[in-house]
């Protein structure tokens, strides 16, 4: 750093400190403040570490999950929650083989538009091996190939007042008789980390129904409710106050955490 940027940063920090009436003609005044034990230095050391706290909190957000080799995957992925969706819409798809399948991304987007799977398929794709964890206490570390969400979001290109990704889905937890729809949301970090897949593939194979075929989406900073499977479309919001139950998820609205980070 040069010697003027280093001055000028002692002069802010003696003005931020609150300091009145120290001569100005030389610098030499302010290298007293810079020795430990002196408040101005020590309120400095603390305003450091107070950045740091927070620049970490964001850094380890945008680190990346770990991840496996092949000889890693143990175990198939155990499905979990809904895992053959009822509705008549979903069934008449599946029967179809997901051809008639178009995921709609819209909301606060400039070009709000849809997605047949083999678009999806045409799109650059990432393929990570990853554990997942569930809050029930159990975890499977399987392989998923899909297109990093951060993909589509540059080509609808979210207004900037966009803070949240909610992803609707095809199932009613529960059984469309009697259950509410399964719905999650993330922000914008999780929505452009790069391990954050649509995923229409699993252990190369086509994703199964079991696992949320044709689309569920891979967030592996956080645990499993979060990963909605059955997306059919994803709304850009501001906030999710009116959605459902108002919490940003299926789960949330009967009491998990918002944000369920590991
Ligand atoms: N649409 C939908 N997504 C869902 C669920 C669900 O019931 N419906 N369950 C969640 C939970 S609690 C977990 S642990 C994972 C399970 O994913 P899996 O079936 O591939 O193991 O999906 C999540 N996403
Ligand atoms: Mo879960």
Redesign the pocket.
Known sequence: MSRIVLNRRKFLTASAGGVAGLALAGCDQFDAVLRPGHPIRDTMAAANELTYTAQRALLGREALAREFAESEIRQG???????DPDSPEYLFLARNNFFHYRLRVDGLVETPREYSLAELRNMPARTQITR?D??EGWS?IAKWTGVPLASVLDEVRPHSNARYCVFH?F?Y?GGSATGAP?YESIDMIDARHPQTILAYGMNDATLPI???APLRVRVERQL??K????IRRIELVESFAQIHRGKGGYWEDRGYDWYAGI
């Open positions: 992925m155990r499905p979990n929650g809904s895992v997942h569930c809050v499977c889905c199932d937890y399964y079991a696992n949320g499993g409710y990963m909605a499977k059955y």
